[in-house]
């Protein structure tokens, strides 16, 4: 069963940076799209970023065009989410996702799901 483990969530500051993490066990994660989503309280589930299996090509939602950089470690089986100049509309719970195909912001077709790290930015 593929794996996968978030880590790196935490409290910070509006206008502070943050990185999460998610790394992959029991998985081909060097062949996987992987993708980073959110879900705030009682809203929905929203794409954040993306990332191909070789990194050529990424997809940033736009409310994080230019904060936000998604890139992966393969050899590390993890994929990053640098989030800088947060806001306090970034306070949610951020999920990574893996799939053996690019999916983009479509997290319905996304086969493999971590549990969550929780982000709160603070004013």
């Known amino acids: 069963q593929v794996h996968l483990v978030e880590s790196g969530g935490g409290l910070v500051q509006a206008g502070g940076s943050l990185r999460v993490s998610c790394t992959v066990s029991?998985?081909?994660?060097?062949?996987?799209?992987m993708g980073w989503f959110r879900q705030a309280p009682g809203k929905e589930r929203e794409a954040v970023a993306a990332i191909s299996w070789n990194g050529g090509r990424t997809f940033y939602e736009d409310s994080v065009k230019g904060r936000f950089t998604i890139s992966r470690d393969n050899a590390k089986n993890t994929v990053y989410l640098q989030m800088d100049s947060l806001k306090l509309e970034d306070t949610a719970v951020y999920y990574c996702?893996?799939?053996?195909?690019?999916?983009?912001?479509?997290?319905?077709?996304?086969?493999?799901w971590g549990q969550g790290t929780q982000v709160t930015v603070s004013s």
């Open positions: 996702a893996a799939d053996s195909a690019y999916r983009g912001r479509n997290y319905a077709e996304y086969d493999y």
């Open positions: 029991n998985g081909a994660f060097s062949s996987y799209a």
